[in-house]
C-alpha cells in the first residue's frame, strides 16, 4: 500500500497523459484488468515484492502479462515505471484515485443504491434519470440490496446521502411525535 496522497499523484499523472492521448477509458480498462491480475494472485505479488528476486526476471514476468491482457503503450510504461520505483502494491489505490480522476473529467458521477429488494430495470433507469437530472452529469448506478432496510432506498450520490428508507421515515415520525408536533 502506498498511501492515498502518493495514489493520487500517481493516478493525477497518468490520467493527464490519457487524457492528452484521448485513451482515458482504455486506460483504466487496463488498470482494472493489471489490478484484478495482482488481486487474484498472492504469489504474483509476492514475486514482485521480493527483493531477491532480480528486476530483470520481474519485468519480463510484466512484460507476459501485459502481452496476455493486450496492455497499451501508455498503461505498459506507467506499470513498469511502477515496477521501477517498487510501488506495485499501490496499483489498486492508484486504480480507484483514477477512475475518480476519469469520472470527473468524463462529466460522470457514480451514485449506490441499497434497497430493500431487488429493483426492476424500470426503477434502476428512474433512478438514475432523476440522480442525473439533480446533478446534471451522467450518473452509473452501483445498486445493492440491504435487507435490513426493511423497505425503501438509500442513496449515496458524491458526498451526499438521500435515505428514503422505512426505517428513516420511521424515526423521522418519532421524533416528530417527542416533540410534540
Known amino acids: ?21 484521448g485513451k482515458i477509458p482504455g486506460v ?10 495482482f ?8 514475486l514482485f515484492m521480493d527483493p ?9 514476468v510484466l512484460e507476459d502479462l501485459f502481452e496476455q491482457g493486450e496492455i497499451g503503450d501508455l498503461t505498459r510504461r506507467f506499470v513498469t515505471l511502477l ?23 468524463e462529466h460522470r458521477l457514480r451514485a449506490r443504491v441499497y434497497s430493500a ?6 426503477e434502476v433507469d428512474r433512478f438514475r434519470k432523476i440522480l442525473s437530472g439533480m446533478s446534471g452529469k451522467e450518473v452509473v448506478l452501483d445498486v445493492h440490496v440491504d435487507e435490513d432496510l426493511v423497505g425503501g432506498v438509500v442513496t449515496r450520490l458524491g458526498g451526499e446521502v438521500y435515505d428514503g428508507s422505512l426505517k428513516n421515515q420511521l424515526q423521522l415520525i418519532k421524533e416528530n411525535l417527542s416533540k410534540g408536533r
Open 1 to 21: 500500500m502506498i498511501g492515498l496522497v502518493l495514489a493520487r499523484r500517481y493516478a493525477k499523472a497518468l490520467i493527464d497523459l490519457a487524457e492528452d492521448a
Open 28 to 37: 483504466r480498462e487496463e488498470l482494472a484488468w493489471m489490478d484484478a491480475v
Open 39 to 46: 488481486g487474484s494472485s498472492q504469489e504474483l505479488v509476492n
Open 52 to 60: 531477491t528476486v532480480p528486476f530483470a526476471q520481474k519485468k519480463k
Open 83 to 105: 515496477l521501477d520505483k517498487n510501488r506495485l502494491d499501490g496499483i489498486s489505490e492508484i486504480m480507484e484515485a483514477y477512475g475518480v480522476y476519469a469520472d470527473e473529467r
Open 117 to 122: 429488494v431487488p429493483l426492476e430495470d424500470e
